[in-house]
């Protein structure tokens, strides 16, 4: 029984350190163009080089 003394406040501090590090990506803007990165690697951008 003692080492649920050491667990459950350990299992809560690693559940609050995920919940702000989500919170963070959130704020941060890491999702927001979710199709954009999908659609860049269909698309063919680059233009042939005239230098051969």
Sequence with gaps: M??????????LTLGALGLCAFLWTIRSGQYDDA?????RLLLDDDEPSSEN
Excluded: D, M, Q, R
């Excluded at 003692?2 to 299992?11: A, G, R, T």
């Excluded at 199709?35 to 659609?39: N, Q, S, T, Y």
């Design 35 to 39: 199709e954009g990165a999908a659609a």
């Design 2 to 11: 003692n080492v649920l003394l050491i667990l459950i406040p350990v299992s």
